[in-house]
């Protein structure tokens, strides 16, 4: 495994652990819940964004993905 195959791994959970937090938000009618449960989702987009720009760093930045790609 290379670490971009990872990264992408840990968005694509992170953009579903979002997605089962903002339904929690939805299917609740406690707003302490709701507003824990937004937060929550609110940090996931938090997550998603530094992994994703650490990603974008990699492919423009390491010679190796850089190989990887022209292949």
């Known amino acids: 495994m290379t670490v971009v195959s990872d990264l992408k791994k840990a968005i ?5 652990a979002k997605g089962t937090y903002a339904t929690f938000a939805e299917s609740t009618e406690d707003q302490m819940a709701k507003a ?3 937060q929550l989702a609110q940090d996931m987009d938090n997550h998603i964004h ?3 720009s ?10 190796l993905n850089q190989r990887q790609q022209q292949q």
């Open 54 to 63: 650490r990603l974008n760093y990699l492919a423009q930045n390491n010679p």
């Open 12 to 16: 694509a959970a992170a953009e579903s």
């Open 50 to 52: 530094q992994l994703t």
């Open 36 to 38: 824990m449960y937004q």
